[in-house]
């Protein structure tokens, strides 16, 4: 396609410059004084939409608004459903960005700012790409609609009712997404498994008041203490979750899938050097991609309560809290673990504490066969981008309303991840690399002629 490759290569400046735009409207969805800069940066996809000539509508939602759009249907040809999001996490803490993350800024290759990979970057590959077909085809191979929200980092919450309640108008044959990463910096990777999770916000309540710690501790249980003791009893040394039954419902790792993680060269020591760690440490008996790709895990998020301020204070705090999260692996399912941890919770509450638990958001865990005329066509796709063809691996983050999208629209999911794991997504001085954003657009650009070529469902 040297036309297509022309245009891309020609007008990687514009791109970029789309791409810093798009970076520089701070869309937390996270936080509500944000809610404004939402709306624009939802604005400022759907006008790009209409630039390229495709039909936009602006969806209202409860939350944050849904942009979809759609290009014609073409006879023959299969229907690819595009999913990304505008939206981002928060940035702190600030003061750890070298350059501030609403400004993108280039530096040794990659922009610098909250959402460059996750998602902005990615997402904006699949519209470039769709912008270069417009201008050297004047159409596309096959019909492309695109659902982008500004939900996904708080659990994608109004757009599992829009999926359930517009399936024709959705109607696809696959579903494709770029929001995970290579396995390594130029080996690209289609991502087959992510996973779930069930996250929880915890507030423990002791006394009335905060006390003094000499007159009253030790004779009330301390809600700081508690709260360590509580949140400690749900794993033990070994990194196994000791909720009663967590385990049930986990889908094994077989020796194939074992055998095919082994094989990938996964440089452990790098892994410890890249995020500053001297030894890695999880649930025994599985190696470092099998405790992040495929076994459940538990994370405290957050931890609060108590005398943060300078000096000391001799108190026992009236209350503390936290937040915690589990990641989850097929099949099990969050609201069984939910009813599990309430039991569980229960159960180790030291007397005279009172326990306040808020099930926030939760969402299955996702693995996709790698069968299917989809992924040789993605794979194809990928070695004409990358100029090597990828590898097949699982992730440990997730994308929640994966697993309703391919229930409610049957169709197949490709997840082709342009990032890096060192891309510090969900961290301070979030980067993309600028070479993988015009590999990821040269791949979706002959992702739309490579699944083209499959013919209609
Ligand atoms: N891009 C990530 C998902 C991801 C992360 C996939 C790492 C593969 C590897 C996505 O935007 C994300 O961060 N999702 C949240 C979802 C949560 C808030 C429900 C996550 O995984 O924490
Ligand atoms: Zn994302």
Redesign the pocket.
């Given at each position: 396609m040297p036309q297509l490759d022309d245009f891309l290569a020609e007008h990687k400046d514009r791109f970029e410059s789309d791409l810093f735009d798009l970076l520089a409207i701070p869309s937390i969805s996270a936080d509500s004084d944000y809610k404004s800069d939402l709306l624009r940066a939802g604005q400022w996809v759907a006008e790009k939409f209409r630039r390229i000539g495709l039909s936009v509508e602006m969806v209202e939602t409860a939350g944050h608004p849904i942009v979809y759009a759609e290009s014609p249907p073409v006879e023959g040809a299969p229907t690819v459903l595009v999913y990304g999001?505008y939206d981002v996490?928060p940035p702190d803490p600030l003061d750890e960005w070298i350059s501030p993350p609403f400004e993108p800024t280039c530096r040794d290759g990659n922009v610098y700012a909250r959402g460059a990979t996750?998602?902005k970057g990615q997402m904006l590959t699949h519209v470039l790409s769709a912008e270069a077909w417009m201008e050297t085809a004047e159409s596309l191979p096959l019909q492309i609609k695109y659902v982008i929200e500004g939900e996904?980092?708080?659990?994608s919450e109004h757009l599992a009712p829009f999926i359930a309640e517009n399936k024709e108008k959705l109607a696809c044959d696959v579903v494709v997404i770029s929001?995970?990463?290579q396995f390594a910096p130029g080996q690209p990777a289609i991502?087959y498994g992510?996973k779930g999770?069930a996250?929880f916000e915890l507030r423990v309540q002791g006394p009335r008041q905060d006390l003094h710690s000499g007159t009253f501790g030790g004779a009330v249980s301390n809600p700081c203490n508690g709260l360590a003791h509580i949140l400690s009893s749900l794993v033990d040394e070994e990194g196994r979750v000791q909720i009663p039954g967590f385990y049930d419902d986990v889908l094994p790792l077989d020796s194939r899938e074992r055998r095919q993680f082994a094989g990938l060269p996964f440089d452990e020591r790098g892994f410890m050097e890249q995020i500053g760690v001297e030894a890695v440490h999880g649930e025994a008996g599985y190696s470092t991609l099998e405790r992040r790709w495929a076994r459940p895990t538990y994370d405290v998020n957050g931890i609060w309560g108590g005398y943060q301020g300078e000096g000391e204070k001799t108190v026992l705090p009236a209350k503390a809290g936290a937040k915690f999260s589990f990641r989850l692996v097929p099949d099990q399912d969050p609201k069984k673990i939910a009813e599990a941890l309430r039991e569980h919770l229960t159960a180790v509450c030291p007397p005279g504490l009172e326990l306040e638990l808020e099930e926030r958001?939760g969402?299955p865990g996702f693995v996709v066969s790698l069968d299917s005329p989809f992924m040789s066509a993605a794979a194809l796709a990928i070695e004409q981008g990358f100029g090597r063809s990828p590898v097949f691996i699982r992730?440990?983050?997730?994308?929640?309303i994966v697993t309703c999208m391919s229930e409610h629209l049957g169709a197949d999911v490709l997840l082709l991840?342009w990032g890096l794991d060192d891309d510090n997504?969900?961290s301070p001085n979030e980067k993309f690399s600028l070479t993988d954003f015009h590999r990821g657009i040269k791949s979706s650009a002959h992702l739309w002629r490579e699944l083209s070529r499959i013919g209609a469902s």
């Open positions: 999001h996490q996750d998602d996904e980092e708080v659990g929001d995970t990463s991502t992510l999770i996250y958001h969402a992730e440990g983050g997730s994308i929640p991840g997504t969900h």
